[in-house]
């Protein structure tokens, strides 16, 4: 598997300077903050080619233990990006009119490294995940 890292030129990376809320694990609210245990304020922004189980889902491993995923992806997406300035690459929206972009902490692409922790499913990394079984591919869920 190749890295997750990418050599850019900055004029192709717009800087985020603002606070990040994470509302799940794959939708950041930029320019948000969190009380009361949502995001407030801020524009949501979707991770192009990420696909997380909602906030809320519980999951099923093989034993038919139940584990909330969706919890611990928003929690991996966290520790990723909290405190932490984001650059973005991408403009285009989804059918809700939600940004879609790439995001890069010093150059780690956020959305490649969530798909390697097998946490969800990156379109260019689901196979690899998938093939070696792990975290979210090794247990059942639905998607939603």
């Known amino acids: 598997m190749q890295p997750c890292f990418m050599l850019m ?3 192709t990376l ?3 300077t603002s606070r990040a809320c994470v509302i799940n694990g794959s939708t950041l609210s930029i320019g948000g903050r ?3 245990n949502r995001c407030n304020g ?3 922004v979707r991770l192009y080619g990420i696909d997380t189980p909602e906030l809320a889902q519980i999951c099923h491993d093989s034993n038919g233990r139940s584990w909330p995923c ?3 992806a928003a929690a991996s997406l966290l520790e990723m990006v909290q405190g932490c300035t984001l650059k973005h690459r991408g403009n285009s929206t989804d059918d809700k009119e939600k940004l879609i972009a790439i995001y890069f902490v010093d ?7 969530i798909a390697r922790k097998g946490e969800d499913m990156y379109q260019s990394e689901e196979t690899a995940t998938h093939d070696v079984r792990i975290d979210l ?4 869920f639905e998607a939603e």
């Open 9 to 11: 030129s900055t004029t």
């Open 14 to 16: 717009a800087d985020v």
């Open 34 to 36: 969190r009380a009361y």
């Open 42 to 44: 801020g524009g949501p």
């Open 70 to 72: 969706g919890r611990l």
């Open 107 to 113: 150059h780690v692409d956020i959305n490649c490294a």
């Open 137 to 140: 591919w090794q247990r059942s």
